[in-house]
């Protein structure tokens, strides 16, 4: 039996855990799936060059790949992982006691991730308005707990092993997490439309072994963890960590849409040609290999 | 045929032929059509983003020249005349200049703070090397019989320095800020990676980020004219102001 | 007229402005192996002395200026100049170099780069000025004081450079064949100014010329080169003619003839290996 | 004391106060002592990682800079000695060369496709300006002596290019590769954002993702020094095979 | 000896090697409302002429020659070379540059140099070698060949220079200067050499020298150039005597006092003005 191609496009992140999982393990194999894996620096990179027919299927955050569903070139095919609410830790320095306490000072952003957005609401949730605090953006965790650091800037939304880095010098402390700001945000896996036209079988199958994966990293973090790690050269300690903090199941829900919503609806700002949640995702594909993790409601 | 008309032709034909090739040979989505890129300049005119934009990065760019080269200078002045600091200095000139500023932008953070200052000095810092290197090699291909004649002339090395050495390697020192000017250009993408909320670097990456592809390029071009709008007022000022310590360098 | 050997620093109440002992060169980028320039050549120029250089081409004439003005150094023996020896170039040892491009500054006009000496030397600007204006006089280039070094002919050149050296008011002066592009009266002038220059001044003068007339016409001594590798100081005639010289005098043609017949026998060694 | 004493006893000071600096001044989270960045790279000697990484991107870099001159010369020849060479492609060159790399990666991605052509391409184009620059700049400041007393003996136009431009313009190549040799190794970071999995700008960009500051470093260090290695060498073939026609350059 | 009033294209059977007719010559970097260099200057070179021409430094020698060359272009009028205009420099035209520096190939050793001519012209290797080994020994540099341009004295580039101008074997040849920087004997062996080389090849040679018994030594004619701006032809010698030349002759001696008398007429302008 030979094995049919599949290109994916992931980043450097764990965003593609699955991707690395299945192939260690031979879900795909057993798909009859040949994955070809090229990593980038980012999502946008893996989604460009998925745009550009340079893969077949990428994993990107939801900024990323919202923003280029218009042309409709790519598909949307599932949420990949999503974080578990908590995940992004508001640090603050010591001297600020209360969300209000914000007004005039500098809060870091990771401008154009789920963390500028988390960071949006939550100062709408507690009647802060933009230009009453300074947002200034960056575009690296490191760059952020280097700034809060050095006390450059006075408060941000960190994750993963950033909120530690950020408070063990003791100068800062977690003032809340992202369940304040009410935001749900997704990694998603996409596919070029045509490929998806084509081959839908082998669309199908790749879903199904990426699922596989899903199940094998809720059960063997430890195993899981290792794999990643040796794959993208990634501390395993911290890769282990991550994969507690995040939610990596395949799924197409009302979590989804309403995440996949609010990033339309931020950047209908400036997109002239508003996309959807339905006009960007297909839920088919997901629907065959996995039922039951379709539920979306009306 | 006037020398003016022929660059007119050959942008007219690259013109068109990016207009065919946004039509039928490359995916818009990616090359936007000029058309789509004028608009998308228009757009972002009216907003006044784009001008907004341009003066910012231009002060940025601008400033971070300057300060790379006012730098550079004295120490590739030093480098070239004295073997001393040139042994002292030079194992970290040739270090540094191939350390990416990608790769320092947490330090100026952490050392020059998240305003303008660290992007200045990310854009020095890119700059300065270039100058540093072409001034030194300016100052030790001077001629002896030159640097002799000065002396026998009775200048002292305070002399030989301001009045022979200086002059003369003027052509380097230009001709090196005239390659800098391009570095710094090209890091204003990256120096507006951190904690900007203007400029057309930062323009670049966040429509890299939201896909918006005719703005990216309307502020590529821009950058690109600037870029060459730039190189001709240096040109224009070494032909006029710089002429005498000049000549032959400024033919191209 | 006499003719004497060459001798090392003569005795005498006054320390000579110039010695070379046993003085031997070699370039520093010269193959290893290869021989030297100059070999044990010893002379003395005395304080205020005009003393000539001639001698085959390539013999070692410009070296042999070039290390008393401190641009190269010997390798072997010593150079004294007023008794102490050479660190490098100095404002007290002029040089009228052979090359008449490169010394030159050009990014200065003919009277900037004639005025350089005086304006380093701290003088104020107005004398600056005027010394630059007189010595661009003396050397026939009014009415060019403006152009830039490259705007010149290659006579007007060299005129710059020895105005320039002239301007700087050095105690001692090397000349490397300095009148070489200069047609016969700008020639003659500026023998007679220089002449005039070094009896009102009293400086010392060296002085490297291919033109044995002019060499007769000015030097107080004439010293006769050996053809190089390892070129020496072979002879070196007393010129005693008083001055202003007169070449219709015979013993004027004699000094020619002489130094002539010297100075070929040294060149024709080149010819007959062919 | 010689030369090198100078550099090592530089070198020496500046490690001891980078040493007292992470100790002392600045955070050890984003300036790690020198001990800690060579226990880094000890961990990735061991896993094989700072080794392949090494080779890849060096492999990168040096073809993209071959790569890169290789085009770039006879273009800035062409520019130098055809006044109508030179206005139709100058508008080009004096644009694109302030138009940075990143903005073009999508673009590159597309033509060149996700595998090592489009990271070399990249590279090429980063350093291929300066070579131009400088090239043409050298062609077109030699003296106009030199090139007619070739023509005097018989030299037709081919020839005089042949054998003269090109020799006479070698010393202002050779600078310009020197100089651009840099921007190879800047862009480096740049180039192993898109599609690499190995590779110097690789490990800084995963480290700067999980917080590997000591790895990071590490290949900061890595870089520096290879690009200095590098330069050395490039300085020992002028001082050396090239000599006859870089009398004068090699000075510095 | 006759001397006759310059004159445009005498008619006769050949065409001229050389025409200028009424030319006029500024500089392009020239300050706008400055004089021409050259003004309405005519004169013709017949073909196989050994022709010299003499004046003041700073007349236009070399500028004259390089128009010839082709290397500058003349502003007003025409410039013929067997009939045709010049229209940039060729391999017909030879030129020993006044500059000893900037036209030798520094990069290339001195046979290399001497060589260059006959490679560029296509000659098999082993005969470039050859040839270039000819005209080392020539102008005497056997020895030197392995050096490179930087390590030679003044004279030996000038030779270098002169060597490699006769190896291309031109028809017409340019001589700025060429001896300026050589010892007498080494210029009376190349100046014989030179006779021998016109006498045998039958070439066109322009020959601009500061010496007076040098240009009467050498050629046919000598044309004495005003001094500038708009420096003319304002007197041209015809010297009927037989070669090899005797300095003796008293007929020699009239002709060098001649023309000494006209440029000094011409210089001298000059210095009345200080
Ligand atoms: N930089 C150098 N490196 C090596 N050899 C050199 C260098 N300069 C000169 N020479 C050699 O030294 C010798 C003497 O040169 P020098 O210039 O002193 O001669 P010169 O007597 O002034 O000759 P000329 O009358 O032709 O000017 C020559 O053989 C020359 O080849
Ligand atoms: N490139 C130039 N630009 C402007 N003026 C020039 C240039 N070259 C020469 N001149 C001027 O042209 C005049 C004639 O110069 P040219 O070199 O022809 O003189 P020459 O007769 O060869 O003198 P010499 O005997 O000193 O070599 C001079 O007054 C000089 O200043
Ligand atoms: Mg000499
Ligand atoms: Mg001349």
């Known amino acids: 039996q030979t094995l049919e191609p599949v290109r994916f496009g992931v980043d450097a992140y764990t965003t593609g855990s699955q991707i690395w999982v299945a192939k260690e393990k031979g879900f795909f194999e057993k798909e009859g799936i040949d994955a070809q894996i090229t990593t980038f620096a980012t999502g946008v990179e893996a989604i460009d060059a998925l745009l550009i027919g340079r893969a077949d299927m990428a994993v990107g955050l939801d900024f990323p790949i919202v923003s280029r569903i218009q042309g409709g070139k790519l598909t949307v095919l599932a949420g990949i992982f999503h974080s578990k609410p908590g995940f992004h830790k508001l640090v603050v320095s010591n001297d600020i006691k209360d969300a209000k306490d914000l007004v005039g000072k500098k809060i870091g952003i990771a401008t154009g991730t789920a963390q500028h957005l988390i960071t949006m609401k939550y100062l709408e949730e507690n009647g802060i308005a933009e230009d009453k605090v300074e947002i200034v953006g960056f575009t690296s965790l490191l760059e952020i707990v280097a700034s809060l650091r050095s006390g450059r800037i006075d408060a941000a939304f960190t994750w993963a092993d950033g909120t530690e880095k950020s408070t063990d010098g003791g100068d800062h402390y977690v ?52 794999l990643i790690a040796k794959n993208t050269r990634a501390p395993r300690d911290t890769v282990r960590d991550l994969l507690n903090y995040n939610e990596f199941a395949l799924a197409l829900t009302d979590y989804e849409r309403a995440g996949f919503k609010e990033v339309a609806d931020f950047l209908a700002k400036t997109k002239a040609q508003p996309v959807s949640f339905e006009t960007g995702v297909n839920p088919k594909f997901l629907k065959e290999a996995a039922p039951d993790l379709v539920k979306l409601g009306n | 045929m006037p020398s003016y008309a022929w660059s007119a032709l ?60 006012a730098i550079a200078i004295p120490i590739g002045l030093a480098v070239g005349v004295s073997p001393v600091a040139r042994h002292l200095v030079d194992p970290f000139i040739h270090f540094f200049r191939f350390v990416p500023a990608i790769a320092l932008v947490t330090l100026f953070i952490i050392w020059f703070g998240v305003g303008e200052m660290s992007k200045i000095i990310l854009i020095a810092y890119a700059t300065a090397f270039i100058v540093m290197v072409n001034t030194a090699s300016g100052v030790s291909s001077i001629s002896q019989d030159k640097l002799n004649a000065a ?29 800098a000017l391009a570095s710094s250009f090209l890091v204003i993408a990256a120096a507006e990676m951190l904690a900007a909320d203007a400029g057309l670097g930062y323009i670049i990456w966040t429509s890299r980020l939201y896909f918006q592809v005719d703005w990216m390029f309307a502020a590529i071009i821009a950058l690109g004219l600037l870029g060459f709008a730039t190189d001709r007022l240096w040109r224009l000022l070494g032909r006029t102001l710089l002429k005498r310590y000049l000549r032959g360098v400024t033919g191209y | 007229m006499t003719n004497n050997q060459t001798s090392a620093a003569t005795p005498g109440a006054a320390i000579p402005a110039v010695v070379f002992d046993k003085v031997g060169m070699a370039y520093p980028g010269q193959k290893a192996g290869s021989e030297l320039i100059l070999a044990d050549l010893s002379v003395a120029v005395e304080q205020g002395e005009f003393f000539v250089l001639v001698g085959p081409s390539g013999s070692g004439k410009s070296t042999l200026l070039k290390i008393v003005a401190g641009t190269e150094k010997q390798t072997e023996g010593r150079v004294l100049a007023n008794g102490e020896t050479i660190a490098g170039p100095d404002r007290r040892r002029g040089m009228v170099f052979q090359s008449i491009e490169e010394p030159l500054f050009q990014w200065l006009t003919v009277a900037e780069n004639i005025g350089f000496g005086p304006s380093v030397a701290g003088k104020p600007r107005a004398e600056c000025l005027e010394m630059a204006q007189r010595y ?3 050397v026939g280039l009014r009415g060019h004081e403006q152009k830039f070094p490259h705007e010149l002919s290659g006579g007007m050149k060299q005129r710059v450079q020895i105005a320039r050296t002239l301007a700087a008011q050095p105690e001692l002066i090397l000349f490397d064949e300095p009148f070489a592009a200069l047609d016969a009266l700008t020639r003659r002038v500026l023998q007679k100014e220089l002449t005039r220059i070094w ?58 003839k002489a130094i002539e017949g010297d100075i070929e026998r040294e060149a024709a060694s080149q010819w007959e290996q062919n």
């Open chain 1, 175 to 226: 003032l809340t997490d992202d369940a304040a700001a009410k935001r749900n945000s997704s990694a998603y896996i996409a596919a070029q439309t045509e490929f998806t036209e084509k081959h839908p079988e082998l669309t199908v199958a790749t879903l199904r072994a990426l699922n596989a994966a899903s199940q094998f990293i809720a059960t063997n973090k430890d195993e899981a963890a290792a």
């Open chain 2, 10 to 69: 050959s942008v007219a034909v690259v013109v068109i032929f990016w207009q065919m090739a946004s039509t039928w040979l490359v995916d818009p989505m990616f090359l936007p059509a000029p058309l789509a890129v004028l608009n998308g300049a228009g757009q972002m005119l009216a907003e006044g983003t784009l001008t907004q934009s341009i003066l910012v990065s231009m002060m940025r760019i601008l400033s971070g020249w300057f300060l790379g080269s």
């Open chain 2, 151 to 179: 002396r026998c002339l009775g200048a002292n090395e305070r002399q030989v320095f301001f009045k022979v050495m200086i002059p003369a390697s003027l052509p380097s020192i230009y001709v090196g800020m005239r390659l």
């Open chain 3, 136 to 138: 661009v006089d003396l």
């Open chain 3, 199 to 256: 009896r009102e001044t009293g400086c010392t003068m060296v002085y490297v010329t291919h033109d044995i007339r002019e060499a007769v016409l000015l030097g107080q001594r004439v010293a006769v080169m050996s053809r190089g590798p390892r070129a020496n100081i072979t002879r070196i005639y007393d010129i005693d003619l008083p001055y202003p010289r007169d070449d219709l005098d015979s013993r004027f043609a004699d000094a020619v």
